[in-house]
Structure formats: structure tokens, C-alpha cells
């Protein structure tokens, strides 16, 4: 029967070719349902990331409608970063406690409410108050995306299934420069519709999600990696760094229920987490720069090589791809280290990514830092602070992307005098901060390992009130 549909004549080529990829990917990503998890996940983080470039896409036409600066354009995604770092917190602690995949499902429909509200406005000021209002509902990305990949994925994968999903996020930024950007120079207001419409369609998906059990006990395993198949499967990290004798801080490790910690009590833990420290801050002073790109790099490039407004983008995709492979590669070698028991593996990927990065300004290393990052957060803090851990995270990251735009701005226009030429000198000066996230990264490698103990023997406690998460 299968020969018989594939010679069907009325079946085209593109159809044959669709069906073809959607079967390589999905064996390729371990089946159907993991193929389903993976792929919403990253949609969600794809949305988030395509709003905030079409901002900077726009920003073109947003000047000349609304009479505003650069400074002006810059505020826009300030002021809805700042108003998520804020929000990120609260949505870190339902994250921690309540079913992750209907909250998630019902802040994307309020993306799409506040998209199709953006589209509306007629003044600066409106368009601002549709930003504060569309940052207060993306922080819940950050903490429920994160929270919900430790449980849906085993620890020995969870670099690789980062990188499948900040691939959709860097895809998000290719639409919102690419293809929102283009309709942009013919209508800013429809850019945001476009991107509102399948807001909704995802809405929808994720609130089908099944929920997974707390702390990965109905993680989703690939079919060729069999529990006992340990070569196949690789070591899960907290069980190789009791093998390799590791002795954790007794400070650090957690002698308490996570379910009964207040936010304060939470925060003030994971601050106490060196490695997570040092993630925090490397992983702030990688997106500090690509926020300023986001908003600015399409009106870059349109002034620098005199290209029009909806083909500016264009050159950006091309970067793009490369953060895709980059996002890809740094995924799978975090992995591929661990399973050949290098404990720090995912460390020394991002850092010496971050180090290449800054060095030749490569996109495809400043992306592939970026999974192992993800994954080694998640390696230690105990499953039950993941949500808040997130948040935290999330807050200073979120909190340097609010800054860059705004920061580019002014120092574009008022200190280097606007236009072509303080674009150019905004973009070199800003390229510092990817030199001190390398240095961050390397003293990672030496905090990881015990880190990694502590979590495991906080793992190891069995609790009254709640053992199934530990």
C-alpha cells in the first residue's frame, strides 16, 4: 500500500518531499512524541524571539510613522525585557508547582492578544503600553521551557534537545527579520498581525501537551538509547560524578523540601550555586550582544551597504544559518563529551565557543555556547528548583537584553553622532562583553564538578512530603 501511495498520480512532489523530511526529523529526534514536545518547545521560544526582531526589523518604518529615534526604537524592546526579568519570577514559581503546559498554553494566547493589539495602536505611547504589557506574559517562557525539558528529556541528551530548541528560537529571529521585516517596509502594523495569527495555532497545541511527572521519572527516552544500553544511552552526569568521586560542599548541598522554599529562600539558594553564578552572568553577557543585533542589525546593514529596507534582512539570515549549526553542533558535542565522561564537557564547549566567538566575531560560536549552558543549569539544581532557578536566570538575562537596545541607541546617537557611522562604532564597543563572558566560562570548569556532586547527593535525600521529585 505505501508503494501504491507514493506512485499515486495525483501526489506532487512538494507533498513527497514534505512527508520525506517530516520522517527524517522525526526519527531522527526519536519518534513522534518527542518529535511533538521538541517542536512546540522550540515554537514557543521562536514566537518570543521573532516579536522581539520585528521590532528591530521595523524600525525603519516605526520612525517615520510614529516620528521616534533611534533611542525611541530602542525603548520599545527595553521596556518589554525589563517588564519580563520582572514578571519571570512569579512565573519561576508556579513553574515549581503547578501544570507547566496550561499556563504556558494560556500566556501564548495573551502573546497573540497583545500582537493583534500592537497592530492597532496610533501613537509612541500606546505602542509602548503594548510592549509592557507583551513582556508581562513572554517571561513565562524562560522558567516553563527550561522546567519542562528536565523532565520531558534524561540528563545524558537534555545539550542536544537544547540545541533542537534554541535552533527554533534563532529561527524565530530569521522570520522576524527576514520575513515580518519585509512586509514591515510595507506595513509595521501587519508584521505584527502575521506573527499574532500562528501565536494562536501554537496556543492551542500546547495546551494538548501531556504534562510529565516531577523530576524525570516519565522522561521521554529515544528509542535506540535502551536504559540498560549505557554506551548508547550515555551516563546520566550526577551518576558519573559520584563515580568519579566527587565530593560536593556540605553548604551546598539542600537539606529541605524545594516545594515548601518561599521565592526569597529559593533565590537566595541558587545565588549560593557558584557554577550557576557564573552561567547566569556569561549566558547575560551573550545575549547583551545579540539583543543590540535583534533590534539593530537590519537598520545596519540597510544604511551600511545602502541595501532596501525589506531585502536588509536578508544578510541576517545567512548569520542566522550559521547560529543554527552553531546552536546544533555546541548541543550535540556537549552530549558527546559526557558520554565519553569528561564530567565538564559542557563547560568547556561554551568556553571555548565563547572564546572563539569574540575572537573572530563568528556567529556559529557565539550560538554554540548556548545549549551545554542550558543543560549544565539544569545539572546542578535539584529538580525542584528548576522553575525558580530558571527565573532567576532568566531575570539577569533578560535584564542585560533590556539594557543593550537601549544602550546601543544612545550611544549610537548621542556619542557617536547618529547614523551610518554610530551604528558602526556602537557595534564595536559592544563586542566587549562576549570577551568577559569566555572569562566566566573558564572558571566554570573548576566550580562544575563539585556542583554537580552537590546536586546529586541533595537528590539522594528521600523526603516526607513529597520523595517522588528527588
Not at 551516563?235 to 558519573?240: R, S, T, Y
Not at 569574540?358 to 542550558?374: E, I, K
Request: hydrophobic fraction near 50%; charged fraction near 15%.
Amino acid at each position: 500500500m505505501a508503494v501504491e501511495d507514493e506512485q499515486r498520480p495525483g501526489r506532487s512532489l512538494a507533498e513527497a518531499t514534505a512527508n520525506a523530511v517530516v520522517r527524517v526529523v522525526t526519527h531522527a529526534l526519536g519518534g513522534a512524541e518527542r518529535t511533538r514536545v521538541i517542536v512546540l518547545l522550540a515554537g514557543v521560544l521562536a514566537l518570543s524571539s521573532a516579536d522581539a526582531s520585528t521590532v528591530g526589523a521595523a524600525a525603519a518604518p516605526l520612525r517615520s510613522s510614529l516620528h521616534i529615534s533611534n533611542t525611541d526604537i530602542g525603548l520599545l524592546v527595553s521596556v518589554t525585557s525589563i517588564v519580563a526579568a520582572l514578571a519571570s519570577l512569579p512565573f519561576g514559581m508556579l513553574a515549581d508547582h503547578v501544570r507547566r503546559t496550561r499556563v504556558l498554553g494560556a500566556t501564548i494566547t495573551l502573546w497573540a492578544v497583545a500582537m493583534f493589539w500592537s497592530a492597532t495602536v496610533s501613537s509612541f505611547g500606546e505602542l509602548l503600553l503594548t510592549r509592557v504589557f507583551l513582556g508581562a506574559v513572554t517571561a513565562s517562557a524562560g522558567p516553563l521551557v527550561a522546567s519542562l525539558i528536565g523532565d520531558y528529556f534524561p540528563s545524558s541528551e537534555r545539550s542536544r534537545i537544547w540545541g533542537y530548541v534554541l535552533a527554533g528560537e534563532l529561527a524565530g529571529s530569521g522570520v522576524g527579520f527576514g520575513v515580518t521585516g519585509g512586509i514591515a517596509a510595507l506595513s509595521w502594523q501587519a508584521a505584527f498581525v502575521v506573527l499574532a495569527l500562528p501565536a494562536l495555532i501554537l496556543a492551542g497545541l500546547v495546551f494538548k501537551l501531556p504534562e510529565p511527572e516531577r523530576g524525570g521519572s516519565s522522561a521521554l527516552l529515544h528509542p535506540r538509547a535502551r536504559p540498560d544500553d549505557d554506551e548508547r544511552r550515555g551516563p546520566d552526569v550526577h551518576e558519573l560524578a559520584r563515580q568519579k568521586g566527587i565530593v560536593p560542599d556540605p553548604a551546598q548541598v539542600l537539606d529541605e523540601d524545594p516545594d515548601k522554599m518561599s521565592l526569597i529562600a529559593a533565590t537566595r539558594y541558587v545565588l549560593h550555586i557558584r557554577t550557576n553564578v557564573v552561567l547566569i552572568v556569561a549566558s547575560a553577557c551573550g545575549y547583551y550582544f545579540l539583543a543590540g543585533v535583534q533590534t539593530f542589525g537590519v537598520e545596519f546593514i540597510s544604511r551600511q551597504y545602502g541595501i532596501a529596507q525589506a531585502l536588509a534582512g536578508l544578510p541576517l539570515l545567512v548569520v542566522g544559518t550559521g547560529s543554527v549549526v552553531g546552536v546544533l553542533l555546541g548541543g550535540a558535542l556537549g552530549d558527546l563529551l559526557l558520554r565519553r565522561r569528561v564530567l565538564n564537557g559542557r563547560i568547556l564547549v561554551s568556553a571555548v565557543a565563547a572564546t572563539i566567538a569574540t575572537l573572530l566575531f563568528a556567529a556559529l560560536f557565539l550560538s554554540a555556547q548556548n545549549p551545554p549552558l542550558d543543560a549544565a543549569r539544569l545539572d546542578i539544581v535539584v529538580p525542584g528548583l528548576w522553575g525558580r532557578a530558571e527565573a532567576v536566570r532568566t531575570m539577569v538575562r533578560t535584564g542585560a537584553q533590556a539594557l543593550a537596545p537601549l544602550l546601543f541607541g544612545v550611544v549610537s546617537d548621542y556619542i557617536f553622532g547618529g547614523g551610518r557611522t554610530g551604528l558602526q562604532w556602537a557595534f564595536f564597543v559592544m563586542i566587549f562583553p562576549l570577551g568577559a563572558s569566555a572569562f566566566f566560562l573558564y572558571r566554570g570548569l573548576f566550580t562544575y564538578p563539585a556542583d554537580v556532586a552537590a546536586a546529586a547527593a541533595s537528590m539522594q535525600r528521600r523526603l516526607p512530603r513529597s520523595p517522588e521529585i528527588w
